[in-house]
């Protein structure tokens, strides 16, 4: 398996793949986030949280290698309504973090822009989501 390309045969390479390429982006953020610090902007939060996300995100994956590697079987439609769920939480917590933060450390201006862009996301999202039919229950 080269380093570009996750691996087609074995679950478990593809997913300390992704890790990796999730581990990568995370020296960039932190790196934007001095940046943004050291000219005194008043977003210099959001990349930094993007990189504390990367590294939670990575370590979060553990599990699911482990399970890869020794090979369990899990029932896919079970696993995609969990993985749905958890995709709609996850997505309107930080949705919510974000404005609260935006507006905390910027004003209304970033808050109501953040707000907006998620709203308008969830919405093509959920047209998507009706357009491509359910998933298999």
Do not use: N, Q
């Amino acid at each position: 398996m080269e380093w570009l390309t996750p691996s087609r045969d074995d679950p478990a390479a593809t997913l300390r793949w992704v890790r990796r390429v999730e581990l990568a982006f995370v020296p960039f953020a932190i790196l934007a986030a001095v940046l943004l610090l050291t000219k005194h902007s008043d977003v210099w939060w959001l990349p930094l949280a993007s990189a504390l996300l990367g590294l939670l995100c990575a370590a979060a994956m553990g599990p699911a290698i482990r399970r890869a590697d020794e090979g369990v079987v899990i029932d896919a439609r079970a696993w995609a309504r969990r993985a749905e769920r958890l995709t709609v939480v996850t997505f309107a917590a930080l949705a919510a973090i974000a404005v609260v933060l935006g507006y905390a450390f910027s004003g209304p201006g970033l808050a109501l822009i953040l707000a907006g862009t998620f709203a308008l996301s969830s919405a093509a999202a959920f047209a998507v989501r009706r357009l491509a039919g359910s998933l298999p229950r």
